[in-house]
């Protein structure tokens, strides 16, 4: 309990801090939203009224206390270039990311392990070879390549999947695809060495000795504690999965949180950006809080420190 | 091993049971019992952030979406002409201060509500007291609107102002019903209310914008009944959903992309004169380039038509002037040819030893047609002749930010910009971009150009009543431009449309905007 | 605390007679690497009986673990068992595919050298021990539980209750080897295979270990194969001793027979190994030279080149297995023509 107690008051200093880091920087940033908003045309004046409206023309530290006390009251304030309250928007356009990002992960960590544990079973075979084929590719290859590839056969030569949006069932199969390829190369590897490190302890020795069958033997005795480094690099994936998703939803039209954080970026939409890093920073340490409680609970060696 | 070979069998098997379900088409239903309804779906390139009309912000998508919702009074033809929309006629009077336009009766609006003179007004009267709107400053010459009658409306300027019929034209100046109006800002920038073919039916932010026809429509009704604007950033996604069927209509392609949809009968390709003009802009302030030889040099060391014919292809055509020949009071006043040697000759002239002169382009990142690409050959040619050149890419806001940094820390050699007319004639970009009092940070003045003879001209080119003069005085002024060497025009650039072959009567507007009225589907 | 002499053993029904619970017959298992092929256990033969207790010495390489790995077929890779039979209770093992898992873990178990490293760090002790019992007894998770608590206290583990709740690193080095011995047993198995149960754990504890076995082969009547490399370990526990090097059994005689009057002279050797603490030494014997690469073994008899007595003949030919007479075995060209060949 008391673990849980710190942690959570680490986690509150760290979006704390975040939140002050986040503010200066994107202030700091070239770029006046007031110019962008009014554009190319406007005259001086116009832009000074436009800035006026966004409260701009405040000094920073008033401008921060402010966004912070409607934050606290669940008010995320207004966007500068839609007009339209942030929290709504933001809130849809997280789900969706968090719906991808769950769907991209739960391929990577379904496919990752399934692949990685048959690699380490299958050591040195044209299984093995094929695995770790799959794993270069994920890595090496670009997301967004790797996004219109997928289009190009699986939606425009084939017709199965629809080329964007997020209607049917299957407009997400392509996307989860695209944007869980890199995890499921580092999850695969990570569980094939990870399986190969196990498979020769002598614990699996002594489990063999006792007669017990394959399948008690790698999915209890091995894969259990195979799964300990893993859960770590779940863990860490994941958190990548939701703040690169930006690519991926650009090339599907995807209405999610990266994209729409890019956008703000480039309208030098400041109080959507500091919602949206925001948001993006509790999932990270939501994430790594889980990671860790999940490490405590298969780890019985941890638990009786302390 | 069996286990996972079932497995791959059972994922086969749902596959191919999902791929019977069938493509994605465009959707034309042809039911027995209803009247055909047909849907057209057109990607545009950014997110409609507001469709009220008078504000700025939205850029192009959000115009070609309010170009199908909206009428003015008057409207631009193809050719340049002015044309009677929701006036059926107008006359100004003896002392070129005050227009009268008759309205045309029988209008209703998307509410309802009947088209008459006090929607005029409420329309033109709401820039005066609508502090976000940012496109009030075209109307500050507009003293007021008065209603005569029913269907005659008096528009009162402060100054005469031979432009005011453009301005009446341009889309800024959409008319919308009183009632409307009376909402608030939000409202009507979600879902504004006007008189045109089409009316909003439903959007989802940032997302897409759906219209359906709006069948008390004065003039001939369209074909489509619905039409669907969905913002697609990426142009390889674009592509895609054109081929494959979900989209119908698409712009904001590369010509490398074009070669698939040329030879193919099931899509058309449509181009659209623009009214922007590609250059680069030179700030006659910094060491060097504050020398008009050194200028000089420079125009003489672009080669325009290399760039046209090898980077921008059919998008593009070779720029004569600092506007283009669609914006009324354009003059060509081609001063300088291609010519390297002479350029190294001016070089020598103002001093400068081969590889002394170094200079910096700043680029902004796909905002205009390959923008980058003719930064970075006008870079290399600019090696030719001796002076290094290299290209700095930056995203829009940063770019702004550079570019309109006031003279004292103004770090800008030279940049790339596409102004173009927003009215159609020259005034909107001779008057605003090249005025004294527009220096940056006011305005986009960068080049810190400066004519005292230009001055006299831009303050009186609006005031004269007599078109010959007018576009004598327009003549004169692209020519002081061009004699001080602080833009190279490089090209006027072309819109294009590519759109499934069941669709025909699709128009662009000047403004690069895709125009359905007319529009057929078989 | 429950009687031993509760313990009731099955007889088996309705099967052959069998005169030896184990026959090991000519066994040879090679390790086939890019570098060469290393005959790990080259020829290797003994028999077991019911209540016996087989030591098998040897240094470390001399095939011993590798040879009893054989029996249970769980020989790391890149190891094939390449020849020979290995008959359980009278069935060839080597066989049938399926023979091995219908006793490997059942009636036939092992315990490791290394108690640390050979629980599974994640699960509990009762998991663990009741997963075996469940699996081969075909009995319920509380009824597994039971077993293997009856088991516990005969190993001598107080509180099995507590203890199969417990993780292995709860336990220490002699308390975790007392758990793999109770799970060596409670699937009332007939042979038990020691692969050097007590090399890794202190001196105390390793009496207390012998003594458990010992006591246990008599209640139960287990046929047990003892490995070690140490003699005195080996004197202390096994009925007979079979001496292994390079590969090849080179020595085998009852243990009395063996300390009294050991014939081979690596036998001989590691006798005089021994240190002895009512003696005086003033240096601890060694044995000249060192263990030959089972990649490059000498011609002939694979001792020669450390063998006092060798000769041209023991350079170039490898002697077989004679018998000396009283079931006294040596591989040795000395004692060639007193003896009729073994094999």
């Known amino acids: ?306 | 091993m069996k286990r996972v070979l079932t497995a791959l069998l059972t994922l086969a098997m749902v596959l191919s049971m999902a791929a019977c379900q069938g493509k994605p088409s465009s959707q034309v239903d042809t039911d027995n019992n209803e009247p055909a309804s047909t849907k057209v779906v057109m990607t545009v390139t950014a997110e409609i952030i507001t469709l009220d009309p008078q504000v700025n912000a939205g850029g192009t998508a959000a115009n070609t979406v309010r170009q199908n919702i909206f009428e003015a009074l008057v409207r631009i033809d193809g050719d340049g002409n002015i044309q009677p929309s929701l006036a059926t006629d107008w006359s100004i009077d003896e002392t070129n201060t005050v227009w009268t336009f008759h309205l045309r009766q029988g209008v209703k609006f998307h509410d309802g509500e009947e088209f008459t003179a006090k929607d005029v007004k409420a329309t033109f009267d709401r820039f005066k007291t609508n502090e976000e709107s940012t496109r009030a400053y075209y109307y500050d010459n507009l003293k007021e609107v008065t209603v005569v009658d029913d269907y005659t409306v008096n528009m009162v300027l402060s100054e005469p102002q031979s432009n005011f019929l453009y301005i009446i034209a341009y889309d800024g100046s959409y008319i919308m019903s009183e009632k409307s109006l009376q909402r608030s800002n939000e409202e009507i920038s979600k879902s504004p209310v006007g008189t045109g073919p089409y009316k909003y039916k439903e959007s989802t932010a940032n997302e897409s914008v759906t219209l359906e026809r709006f069948d008390d429509y004065w003039g001939d009704l369209p074909d489509i009944t619905e039409l669907k604007f969905v913002t697609v950033t990426e142009v390889a996604t674009r592509v895609n959903m054109l081929r494959s069927g979900e989209a119908d209509l698409i712009t904001g392609i590369t010509d490398e992309d074009l070669e698939y949809f040329e030879n193919n009968d099931d899509y058309s390709i449509m181009y659209g004169n623009s009214n922007r003009v590609g250059h680069l802009s030179m700030n006659s302030k910094r060491p060097g380039l504050d020398n008009i030889l050194v200028r000089q040099a420079i125009e003489y060391a672009i080669d325009k038509d290399a760039i046209v014919n090898g980077i921008l292809g059919e998008r593009g055509s070779v720029a004569h002037s600092v506007i283009a020949p669609l914006t009324y009071g354009y003059a060509d006043t081609e001063l300088y040819s291609y010519d390297p040697e002479r350029a190294k000759e001016l070089l020598k002239e103002a001093g400068y030893e081969e590889g002394e002169l170094s200079f910096t382009i700043q680029s902004p990142d796909g905002r205009y047609y390959k923008d980058k690409e003719c930064c970075m050959a006008i870079a290399q040619m600019l090696n030719e002749v001796g002076i290094n050149a290299k290209v700095e890419v930056n995203d829009w806001a940063s770019f702004v930010a550079k570019v309109k940094a006031p003279e004292e820390s103004n770090t800008v050699d030279m940049w790339w910009m596409g102004w173009e007319s927003g009215t159609g004639e020259a005034s909107q970009v001779l008057n605003v971009v090249f005025a004294k009092e527009n220096f940056p940070p006011a305005g986009w003045n960068a080049m810190f150009f400066e004519n005292d003879e230009y001055e006299t001209l831009k303050n009186s080119v609006l005031k004269t009543t007599d078109e010959k003069e007018q576009l004598e005085m327009y003549a004169r002024m692209q020519e002081l431009i061009m004699e001080d060497a602080v833009w190279v025009p490089i090209t006027v650039y072309n819109e294009c449309a590519i759109y499934n072959s069941k669709l025909s009567g699709i128009e662009i507007t000047y403004t690069d905007v895709v125009r359905f009225t007319n529009a057929k589907i078989s | 605390m429950t009687k031993l002499t509760d313990m009731k053993r099955e007889k088996d029904s309705g099967q052959a007679q069998w005169e030896y619970l184990l026959e090991v017959e000519d066994l040879k298992t090679y390790f086939i690497t890019k570098a060469g092929t290393g005959k790990a256990v080259d020829g290797v033969s003994f028999r077991l009986k019911k209540g016996e207790i087989l030591g098998l010495i040897g240094e470390s390489g001399s095939g011993k673990s590798v040879a009893v790995k054989s029996i249970m077929q769980i020989v790391p890779k890149p190891g094939r068992i390449v020849g020979g039979k290995v008959r359980f209770k009278g069935e060839d093992l080597l066989g049938d595919a399926k023979a091995i898992q219908r006793v490997r873990g059942k009636d036939m178990t092992m315990i490791f050298q290394e108690p640390m490293t050979s629980l599974n760090p994640v699960l509990t002790i009762g998991r663990q021990m009741t997963e075996g019992i469940m699996l081969h007894l075909h009995l319920k998770q509380k009824q597994a539980e039971d077993v293997a608590c009856k088991y516990l206290e005969m190993v001598k583990i107080p509180n099995p209750q507590e203890i199969l709740k417990r993780y292995p690193h709860h336990l220490s080095g002699g308390m975790r080897q007392r758990v793999m011995i109770a799970m060596a047993l409670e699937t009332n198995s007939s042979l038990l295979i020691a692969d050097e149960p007590t090399t890794a754990l202190d001196v105390t504890i390793q009496q207390q270990i012998l003594a458990l076995i010992r006591e246990l082969r008599d209640r139960l009547n287990m046929g047990v194969i003892f490995i070690t490399h140490d003699m005195g370990v080996i004197n202390e526990i096994s009925d007979h001793t079979a001496v292994m090097y390079c590969g090849k059994i080179q020595e085998y005689a009852s243990t009395r027979e063996v300390m009294k009057n050991p014939l081979h002279p690596y036998t001989q050797a590691l006798i005089q190994a021994i240190p002895r603490i009512d003696t005086e030494q003033e240096e601890l014997h060694t044995i000249p030279g060192s263990v030959p690469s089972l990649l490059n073994l000498p011609a002939g008899c694979s001792f020669s080149n450390r063998c006092q007595y060798a000769c041209e003949q023991c350079k170039n030919e490898t002697p077989e297995l004679y018998d000396t007479g009283d079931g006294h075995f040596v591989r040795c060209w000395r004692y060639a023509d007193t003896s009729t060949k073994e094999g």
């Open chain 1, 1 to 306: 309990m008391k673990y849980v107690l710190k942690r959570l008051c680490s986690a509150v200093i760290v979006l704390f801090v975040m939140s002050v880091v986040i503010f200066l920087i994107i202030h700091w940033i070239p770029g006046d939203p007031a110019e962008i908003y009014a554009g190319t045309g406007a005259s001086a004046s116009t832009v000074e009224t436009v800035r006026k409206t966004m409260g701009l023309d405040r000094p920073l530290v008033v401008q921060y206390v402010d966004w912070l006390k409607g934050v606290f009251q669940g008010d995320f304030g207004i966007s500068l270039s839609t007009k339209e309250e942030i929290l709504p928007t933001l809130a849809t356009k997280f789900i969706n990311t968090l719906q991808l990002s769950v769907y991209g992960a739960a391929f990577a960590i379904i496919c990752g392990i399934g692949l990685g544990v048959l690699s380490a079973l299958y050591h040195n075979t044209i299984i093995d070879v094929f695995s770790m084929l799959v794993a270069i590719i994920g890595i090496s290859m670009p997301v967004y390549w790797v996004g219109m590839l997928l289009v190009m056969v699986f939606s425009i030569q084939l017709g199965i999947f629809p080329v964007t949006g997020n209607e049917t069932w299957l407009s997400y199969v392509l996307p989860s695809i695209c944007i869980g390829l890199n995890s499921l190369a580092v999850i695969t590897r990570m569980t094939r060495s990870s399986m190969l490190e196990v498979l020769n302890e002598d614990y699996i020795v002594t489990a063999v000795a006792k007669g017990l069958r394959k399948p008690s033997i790698y999915f209890v005795h091995a894969l259990k504690n195979a799964m300990i480094p893993i859960i770590t690099t779940i863990g860490m994936q994941f958190g990548y999965l939701m703040g690169g998703s930006v690519l991926t939803e650009t090339v599907f039209v995807y209405p999610g949180l990266g994209k729409y954080l890019v956008d703000s970026i480039q309208a030098r939409d400041y109080p959507a950006i500091q919602a949206s890093l925001l948001v993006l920073v509790t999932v990270f340490i939501i994430v790594n809080f889980l990671v860790d409680l999940a490490y405590f609970m298969l780890n019985p060696r941890l638990r009786s420190e302390g």
